[in-house]
């Protein structure tokens, strides 16, 4: 006999219960930490097809040669390769910056710096399993330190940028190669300055670059990289380090129309933010900075942008509600939409489906990572990013249905506008009472803060509405999320 189901209201204050937002889902954790427990830092991944590469440096990394290289081939729902990459033929300990591409083949790319003397590429035509060819990117004749690259690949070019300094070609370095990574032509883009380089090309084939010195500046090539134009200053730049977050790292996206937005961490305002300067004409003028965060207490860092290839910016980024931060600060990974090329942002919405705090190998307490990523097919946006949340750090994803990211809100009505009441018995439901048409997602969630399941989503017309519930299980305490175009609401039940 099927007992009946009971419903008891709770409110809900407690601040540690965090939920991932709809329609983002669960999150993986990618690694199993097969090679031993070791705490990941920061992260590069790629979509090709359905198949998601990752991988990371880690905290250890002035004791421990490893980068972690992960693989899914179900679209990162579960990782099915998990090893620490090697490379004992540079005699370095430090293995660290590590990037990842695909080329037209499907093979795969990585970069890997060492220590801050080396910056190898590596090529994969097996899916990651096995490294065929090796080639350094960085000129050792120089004698100088390198720091940060970042790689684009396209069809059989791969274009590189880093940093390099204290040698005979200090600058923002550029290197490109035409065959797939076995040769390498190098440049440098401007030699009077320094800083954290971001690369991207566009469908045209525009290089877009860059890089923080004393502001956020920034150049275009259009011949491959032989020659540059002229430097654009695009705004100061302002940023103290602190427990968490390192670096003002910046980030360059392009739209499928060549619409150009940048990023990067500042805190102007007195706390971290993350500031964001566009361009609608390929790089010629800019508006901005202006902030992109909606929440503004606390600290914002670790920003990232990306287009989708239907020409909407999505922003990524950490969060805690506290300032100054510290070992014991309470971290969210949150992600903003803007439908207009960065002219607006919509309101912030949880990746992260619990609360974490950082875990620091040693009195370095401001590494969690300088950087992570997102990234956008067709079909989903993809998030990878590393969090504390089982006692040490380690890397975890979540998507989104583009799709659904993407609705348009319809109308101004709130979920406070509604009513909600419980319909017991055999058949347990929902009944909305609706003063107006609007648009509704029901999620379910444990007491953790776990995603179990989406009770209803979609448009409702004014009127009255039974959503059931049909959750079967045993006596538990699930709560129902309630979300509408403006605001949101929580109800706890008990289900017997």
Known sequence: MRKPVRFVLLVLFSAPLLLSDYPFQANVKISTDAYGNVNHGESSFIVSGDTVYALCNIAERPVIPMIPFSRSVTEGDTWDLDYAFIDSTVNEIWHTDPVVGVDDSGHVHMLVQFNMYYIYHYLSRDGGITWAETTMISDSSTGGYVDKPWMVVRGNKVYVSWQEFQGSADGVRFARSDDY????????????????????????????????????????????????????????????????????????????????????????????????????????????PYVLNDVTAGGQCKGWVTYDPYGKLHLFYYSTPDWPTDTLSLWSVKHQLSADFGNSFGPSIEITDTVFRGHFYDDRLDFMGDYHMILADSNYLYAVWADGRDGDMDLFFSKAPLDLLNVTERGNLSVTDLRLDFVTGKNPALKLELPAGMDLVIDAYDPSGRFLENVFSGWLTRGTHIVPLGMPGPSRVVFLRVRGANTGTVKGLILR
Do not use: C, K
């Open 181 to 288: 990574g076995r040769h390498f032509w190098r440049t440098t883009v401007d030699n009077m300055r320094t800083g954290l380089t971001a690369l991207n090309v566009g469908n045209d084939g525009t290089i877009y670059l860059a890089y923080v010195y004393d502001g956020m500046y920034f150049r275009y090539s259009t011949d491959d990289g032989n020659s540059w134009s002229d430097y654009q200053y695009i705004d100061d730049v302002y940023y103290s380090s602190g427990v968490g977050d390192r670096a003002p790292i910046n980030s360059l996206a392009v739209s499928p129309t060549g619409e150009l937005f940048i990023s990067w961490v500042d805190d102007r305002y007195g706390t971290w933010d993350i500031l964001g300067a566009r361009s609608t004409d390929g790089g010629q003028t800019w508006e901005g």
